[in-house]
């Protein structure tokens, strides 16, 4: 039996989601959104090829990864990504099931058989045994001790950040610790890390990959926090991001009531757009969570990283993390088409193959909440055509037209008061707007849009206005904001 097939039922004992094996890189489990490493020798370029070139016989690494099916010698199989690497080629599998076996006298049972097999380990692993569960891989000692330690250094800084609500925190060694409150980076001169620690604790993480960031997850002063460690050009750092899993209401964050009508919508693409850390994640969490309380849907997400923690109600939820349960968010997509959902969320909009698979997710019935980078609605739906080839855009601004529903593009404007505000742009794709979209005269959307009050536009500039006639925000910041100086002045006699 290969080293490689030993590992596959190494991750199926340590009860694992998925494994990553690379020449010149050691083997590491993903489990619980946690990466482990694993106590072993780095793998060598040959043990990958012997075990993927089977796998892919003729077919090419060109044109991107590939997706097969590896079946064991007892009939278990296993999902598998294929890919060229940095070293060599990547192989990723994720834990399978048992291929249905035909009837048969005095088989032996699964139980039996994972029994007999427990042991059947690659020979450089350390296997231990507690209590009276079967055998088990012994995860990295460094790395488990390393997130320990990590846990400790980051509790007081955590700590300060929950009390000053807080949204992130940064260690980094020859610097003061640092929070993100309300989009700003406040200085923390009161406290002091130990860099010799720190570094320690990083290069634990990342085992012999250096250069490389990790990615894992930690319970901190009973606070969810996702964090990555990472190397820079004056040593190492941490970022870590305070997950609430509370999942806050249209209401409560300040949100217009008009976006409810979205989650009764049965089909089509809502996009929700702004700059990174606009909150655009936490207005789709609002949504499906909205969507949950008003009717029983099968929705799947599809995220980079899982972040709120859906409490369901009346539907079904299944939450994919990239990574974790799927390779892409195209594939991740493809495969949602025959899991029978009727609600997608998609984390983000990335690329052409995941465009395209969103509208044909969004044209066969599904609804598909995503996500864009982008400053308004007329560069969203730019950037979704212009990812395609010339000869393709017409197709997809005719798609486009048909499926598009609503664009909602926020920003986050700092309060007077303290803490964050949103202003939206929202853009119902009503049959005027549709027609524009068909024929490529975005142009003239800006005029559709301060014009189409009845139909629920809201312009921007008016989002701002209303803001700056409350007092919450500042003339600087909302003109920071507003793309149009002269319609914000008519609107806010403040501005004169």
């Known amino acids: 039996m290969s080293a490689i097939v030993s590992l596959l039922r190494v991750m199926t004992l340590r009860d694992a989601d998925a494994i990553t094996l690379e020449a010149g890189r050691i ?154 409150i309300d989009g700003r980076l406040e200085l923390l001169d009161e406290l002091e890390i130990d860099d010799v620690e720190l570094a320690a604790i990083v290069r634990a993480l990342a085992g012999s990959d250096a250069g490389a960031s990790v990615d894992l997850s930690l319970e901190v002063n009973e606070a969810r926090v996702r964090v990555n460690a990472f190397d820079h050009m004056s040593g190492v750092a941490i970022a870590a991001r305070l997950i609430n899993d509370h999942v806050p209401s249209l209401a409560e964050l300040g949100l217009p009531a008009e976006l409810a009508s979205i989650v009764d919508l049965r089909d089509g693409l809502v996009l929700v757009c702004g700059p990174t850390g606009s909150g655009k994640s936490t207005t789709l969490a609002a949504l499906i969570d909205l969507l949950d309380q008003r009717r029983a849907a099968h929705v799947i997400t599809l995220e980079d990283p899982i972040e709120y923690r859906f409490q369901q109600r009346r539907g079904l939820i299944h939450q994919r993390e990239l990574g974790t349960h799927i390779p892409s968010f195209a594939a991740g997509l493809r495969a949602a088409l025959r899991e029978a959902p009727d609600v997608i969320l998609l984390g983000e909009l990335r690329d052409r193959d995941t465009i395209a698979a969103a509208l044909t997710a969004a044209e066969t019935g599904h609804l598909v909440l995503a996500t864009l980078h982008a400053p308004n609605a007329i560069g969203a739906i730019d950037r979704m055509i212009d990812a ?38 929202v853009v119902p794709v009503i049959a005027a707007v549709a027609n524009l979209i068909r024929k490529g005269d975005l142009h003239m959307l800006p005029t559709a849009i301060q014009a189409g009050r009845d139909a629920g536009m809201i312009p921007l500039e008016r989002s701002l206005a209303k803001l700056l006639d409350a007092g919450a925000v500042s003339r600087d910041a909302v003109k920071r904001i507003a793309a149009d100086q002269d319609l914000l002045a008519a609107l806010a006699g403040k501005l004169r």
Request: aromatic share 4%.
């Open 388 to 425: 395609f080839p010339e000869g393709q855009q017409r197709q997809i601004r005719t798609q486009l037209a048909g499926a598009l529903r609503t664009v909602v593009t926020q920003f986050l404007l700092p309060k007077k008061d303290g803490g964050r505000v949103p202003a939206l742009e």
């Open 27 to 180: 083997p590491s489990l993903r489990r619980r959104g946690n990466v482990e490493a694993l106590a072993m020798p780095a793998l060598e370029s040959a043990q990958i090829d012997e075990f993927a070139q089977p796998l892919l016989g003729a077919r090419s690494l060109d044109e991107g990864p590939l997706m097969v099916a590896f079946t064991d010698e007892d009939g278990a199989i296993y999902p598998v990504t294929i890919e060229r690497g940095a070293t060599g080629l990547k192989v990723v599998a994720r834990r399978g099931g048992k291929k249905p076996a035909a009837p048969a006298p005095a088989a032996p049972t699964i139980s039996a058989v994972a029994s007999a097999r427990a042991v059947e380990v690659a020979p450089t692993l350390k296997i231990v045994a507690t209590d009276d569960r079967p055998p088990h891989l012994e995860v990295d000692r460094d790395a488990r001790a390393a997130r320990a330690r990590l846990a400790r250094v980051l509790a007081h800084p955590i700590a300060i950040a929950v009390a000053r609500r807080a949204s992130d925190v940064f260690l980094s060694t020859g610097q003061h610790p640092r929070l993100r």
